[in-house]
């Protein structure tokens, strides 16, 4: 009997050890099969890291102007942060990005530091915006932006891209900045026609007013181009200057222009030498 209890008793451990060498096998296909996708995984973060450092620096760099510390600083920075987001680049890739686009000063400045390559970005990008940063208050950058207008000496896209340049500083939504633009333009006639059109936004005032050109500055009196010819004295009648600046002796109000004595008009003065001598020539004794 005892030695049939010990029979039992050894079969029944072996059945145990049995199945724990079951347990402990299939813990190690699961082991194995995590430690497989594990390194699937880290194979894709390699690729996709490869693809992101594959891309060449001047592809991206045409997106963002070169920086020389005269424009803000913040405005900059977020053109490199608006490109990496858009263009799915790492931090390495854009610091290259933003060194090879500094030059003046700000390169100066980045060469001075220690620990640029290896500290994080947006500490590099913190401190580069209390450098270069705008001291201007927003107040000051409003009044800058509203005594922006179309000028003479430009066409209308000149102004416009002067114009969206200062009000990216002040975060301006687009139908607010459609009325600046418009109440910019110099030439009352035009601005009221501009008014009249009811654009709806930027794109479409650009397409229609791309190609004019303001008009030449017209005399307030006369409506044409103001010009030596179209002004006229008062006191010797003849044209190039006013009354103020004539070097003729100064005329009695109501006297002839001609001879100088009341009670006719030039065109009825006999010595009224415009019908003798060449029509530039003025020979009025006035």
Same mark, same amino acid.
Request: net charge neutral; hydrophobic share 35%; proline share 4%.
């Given at each position: 009997m005892e030695k049939d209890k010990v029979a039992q008793l050894r079969d029944k451990q072996m059945e145990l050890l049995r199945k724990e060498n079951e347990l402990?096998?299939?813990?190690?296909?699961?082991?194995?099969?995590?430690? !497989? $996708?594990?390194?699937? +995984?880290? =194979?894709?973060? !390699?690729?996709?890291?490869? *693809?992101?450092?594959? *891309?060449?620096?001047?592809? #991206?760099?045409?997106? #963002?102007? #070169? @920086?020389?510390? %005269?424009? !803000?600083? &913040?405005?900059f920075i977020t053109?490199?942060?608006?490109?990496?987001? /858009?263009?799915?680049?790492?931090?390495d890739l854009l610091r290259a990005l933003f060194a090879s686009k500094l030059e003046g000063r700000p390169l100066s400045w980045l060469h001075s530091r220690r620990g640029t390559a290896t500290e994080y970005i947006t500490e590099t990008f913190s401190q580069f915006c209390v450098m270069f940063g705008s001291k201007k208050s927003r107040l000051e950058l409003r009044r800058k932006f509203e005594r922006r207008v179309w000028r003479q000496e430009e066409? $209308? +896209?000149?102004?416009?891209?002067? %114009? *969206?340049?200062? &009000? %990216?500083?002040?975060?301006?939504e687009e139908d607010e900045l459609l009325e600046y633009v418009i109440d910019g333009i110099s030439n009352t006639h035009l601005r009221r026609q501009t008014v009249l059109q009811h654009y709806n936004n930027l794109a479409e005032l650009c397409k229609s007013l791309s190609t004019i050109k303001l008009p030449k500055a017209v005399d307030a009196d006369h409506g044409v181009a103001a010009n030596k010819f179209s002004v006229r004295c008062y006191n010797c009648n =003849? $044209?190039? /200057?006013?009354? &103020? !600046?004539?070097?003729?002796?100064?005329?009695?109000?109501?006297?002839? @222009?001609?001879?100088?004595?009341?009670? /006719?008009? #030039?065109?009825?003065c006999d010595k009224n030498k415009k019908r003798e001598t060449p029509k530039n020539e003025n020979n009025y004794k006035a």
């Open positions: 402990l096998q299939k813990e190690k296909e699961i082991m194995q099969r995590e430690n !497989d $996708f594990l390194k699937l +995984m880290s =194979s894709n973060i !390699d690729r996709l890291r490869a *693809v992101d450092n594959s *891309v060449p620096l001047g592809l #991206v760099s045409n997106f #963002v102007p #070169v @920086y020389d510390g %005269k424009a !803000d600083a &913040a405005f053109q490199l942060r608006d490109l990496q987001q /858009h263009c799915k680049l790492s931090d066409n $209308f +896209m000149d102004y416009y891209n002067g %114009k *969206v340049e200062l &009000a %990216k500083k002040l975060k301006m =003849s $044209f190039g /200057h006013y009354a &103020a !600046d004539c070097t003729k002796p100064t005329r009695e109000p109501g006297t002839c @222009y001609a001879c100088g004595i009341s009670g /006719h008009t #030039v065109g009825s």
